[in-house]
């Protein structure tokens, strides 16, 4: 019996601190060759486009896919997963809530071993639904003191500020200098910007940037000199970097960084490298999401959708 669960059904189901634990276990699981993802497929028509990933957690018993669809009436998510062992479809899940969790887990993950111990401010540009899980991520691995936001409407600003401000249980500062949340310790971007809202100059040394908002090689958030600083620049996955990576591929075309510098978070979870050397160090993390995160947070939605009887069963 194959089990279909809501954008609702996810909502209740999933928190961030599960989706945290999640992801960091998958990405230590893939770095030790534990685990299997590949990249992002795409196809695109005029008026709409399709795109398809695809990982398998055997620790996890997860396989599956996730499928999305982009067009002028919006984004449609739905993620697909199989038993590891047996190969059922155990469950059909409608994935936007599951997406934005696992997108700011990332993240989290990401600050939680790159970011200075004493990191306790918070730059925050773009104020969209992908980043209020960046910063609850972010909140739930470091005790935050101070959080700016900078995004193009004042009026969106501070509707994200009382929102989130709430959420969090803190007053969440807005400001209309974009140079502002660069100065703070822990700085991330997600905006769908085609052209760079940080810049390596703003940055003060021992930062930590976390780039998610850019998932395509024509849109860049960051300009070149934000890698040029950077002591140490990691990705979900290698086989993203000449695909997607398009915070990435101006230093990579140009030689300002070569692909054997750059390195897989999962590889820093693992304890195969060491990331942050010192605190001096500016560390960025450019995000672009794998079906692996995908799947390991979806098993957590089936598991306690089994266990709370939660969802409607298919029968094909």
Request: proline letters at 3%; glycine letters at 10%; charged letters at 25%.
């Amino acid at each position: 019996m194959t089990l279909l669960l809501t954008e609702s059904d996810v909502e209740n189901l999933l928190d961030m601190p599960s989706a945290l634990e999640a992801v960091e276990s998958v990405l230590r699981q893939h770095a030790e060759g534990r685990a299997t993802n590949h990249a992002r497929r795409r196809v695109s028509l005029p008026g709409s486009g399709l795109n398809v990933m695809f990982a398998g957690a055997p620790e996890f018993n997860a396989l599956g896919l996730k499928a999305y669809t982009i067009a002028r009436g919006g984004a449609r998510f739905y993620t697909m997963l199989f038993d590891a062992e047996g190969g059922e479809l155990l469950a059909i899940l409608q994935s936007d809530r599951l997406g934005q969790l696992r997108t700011g887990a990332a993240t989290g993950v990401a600050t939680k071993y790159l970011a200075r111990e004493d990191a306790t401010t918070l730059g925050l540009y773009g104020t969209g639904w992908q980043a209020e899980s960046q910063l609850e991520a972010v909140a739930a691995v470091r005790d935050l003191e101070r959080v700016v936001v900078h995004s193009r409407s004042e009026e969106n600003r501070k509707a994200f500020a009382d929102k989130m401000g709430e959420r969090i249980g803190m007053e969440i500062e807005t400001t209309h200098a974009a140079d502002e949340p660069a100065a703070q310790d822990i700085v991330v971007t997600v905006t769908s910007s085609r052209d760079p809202v940080l810049y390596g100059e703003w940055l003060r040394p021992g930062t930590h940037v976390n780039t998610a908002g850019s998932n395509m090689l024509f849109k860049h958030e960051i300009d070149r000199e934000v890698v040029k600083r950077a002591g140490f620049v990691c990705v979900d996955s290698r086989e993203e970097i000449g695909l997607e990576a398009g915070d990435l591929m101006p230093s990579l075309e140009t030689g300002a960084i070569l692909p054997e510098a750059v390195y897989e978070l999962g590889q820093v979870i693992a304890g195969h490298i060491e990331g942050r050397r010192g605190p001096e160090d500016i560390t960025l993390f450019a995000s672009q999401g794998l079906a692996l995160e995908d799947m390991a947070v979806a098993r957590v939605v089936y598991d306690r959708a089994v266990e709370r009887d939660v969802g409607r069963d298919l029968e094909f």
